[in-house]
């Protein structure tokens, strides 16, 4: 099957520009997050999304970060304006959402990411 | 906010010994599981062990979990060059929420 798609896979922006990135989660898949890692740091969830409804976004800076999932497929990530601590790789991951059983008991896909730099 | 947190934060091996690196958490979980991200690249998911279960294994990878303890433990046995990477714990806690710890990084010397 085909993996987590992310674009772009790189990105340099000066701060106070804006920037979008794109995910496009394994089909079928009705959950997909949005992290932020930091350089040295493990990843951050940002946003979760259950279909096109927000499960989570206690971690999302709201005052410059928005996400959408419309029609619960593709997702697009903005940052608006960015700040240098921005800078960081946004990781897209996708997830059946439950079990045949149920329970929460499988791994995750992760896209490779897009690496943004803010100068 | 960090709910694993991995030690030791690197780790250097010559190639064919064992690694172990270890994981605790804070919270109660559903299951735990652990990644692999090569420099640069995205996250692989390695093995996931449920909180109802003590060890698991896969290939060359032996994942133990101690609920009691919040704590897990991941070996690679007979290190390879390829197995160069950071290891993540990552858990799974109600609302189906990932939340990783800081890695360990590997460098496995051939």
């Known amino acids: 099957e085909a993996g987590v798609a992310q674009s772009p896979r790189y990105k340099i922006i000066e701060k106070r520009q804006s920037v979008a990135f794109w995910c496009n989660p394994i089909?079928?898949?009705?959950?997909l997050y949005w992290y932020q890692q930091i350089l040295g740091q493990g990843p951050k969830l940002l946003i979760q999304?259950?279909?096109?409804?927000?499960?989570?976004d206690s971690q999302l800076p709201k005052d410059r970060f928005s996400a959408e999932r419309l029609k619960g497929v593709d997702s697009t990530l903005k940052i608006q304006p960015a700040k240098l601590e921005d800078s960081a790789v946004y990781l897209c991951a996708s997830s059946p959402g439950r079990g045949k059983t149920g329970a929460k008991d499988y791994g995750y896909t992760f896209g490779s990411g897009t690496r943004l730099t803010v100068v | 906010s960090q709910q694993g947190e991995e030690d030791p934060q690197a780790l250097s091996i010559q190639e064919g010994e064992n690694a172990t690196m270890n994981c605790s958490y804070k919270?109660?979980?559903?299951?735990l599981q652990w990644y692999r991200q090569n420099s640069g690249r995205g996250l692989v998911h390695l093995i996931l062990?449920?909180?109802?279960?003590r060890e698991k294994h896969s290939g060359r990878l032996r994942v133990t979990l101690d609920t009691s303890k919040k704590s897990s433990s991941l070996l690679i046995t007979a290190s390879r060059a390829a197995d160069t990477a950071s290891y993540f714990c990552?858990?799974?806690?109600?609302?189906?929420?990932?939340?990783f710890g800081g890695g360990t990084r590997v460098l496995v010397k051939p």
């Open positions: 990552a858990t799974v806690a109600a609302g189906n929420k990932l939340t």
């Open positions: 062990i449920r909180s109802n279960e």
């Open positions: 999304f259950q279909n096109n409804g927000v499960v989570d």
């Open positions: 919270t109660s979980i559903n299951n």
């Open positions: 089909s079928g898949h009705a959950t």
